[in-house]
């Protein structure tokens, strides 16, 4: 059974910096493509940045250069350095696979920036 815990999200001011965590279990995040999701406020959810077996990343328009999309294959975790964050990456963040399954969504890690 695939568990996916996120954890790192809180509450910063605009400019500040954070790290997303995702603890994986029943997946290898060595061989799987995976990725970090978000959903703010009345918005649906969206990809934010993915990561391939091999360490490739891509990054949507809007955090790239600011976010940096990485992974422990010994730990078997995944990570989302975020910074200077914005009031707009205010969401609650996701890690699934790349696509992602739906029964792998966990309960998400609340990132707040304020103005």
């Known amino acids: 059974q695939v568990q996916l815990v996120e954890s790192g999200g809180g509450l910063v001011q605009a400019g500040g910096s954070l790290t997303l965590s995702c603890a994986a279990s029943?997946?290898?995040?060595?061989?799987?493509?995976m990725a970090w999701y978000r959903q703010a406020p009345g918005k649906q959810r969206e990809l934010v940045a993915r990561i391939t077996s091999g360490g490739s990343t891509n990054y949507i328009d809007s955090v790239r250069g600011r976010f940096t999309i990485s992974k422990d294959n010994a730990k078997n975790m995944m990570y989302l350095q975020m910074n200077s964050l914005k009031p707009e990456d205010t969401a609650v963040y996701y890690c699934?696979?790349?696509?992602?399954?739906?029964?792998?969504w966990g309960q998400g890690t609340q990132v707040t920036v304020s103005s």
């Open positions: 699934n696979t790349y696509p992602f399954r739906h029964a792998y």
């Open positions: 029943g997946i290898m995040v060595s061989i799987a493509y």
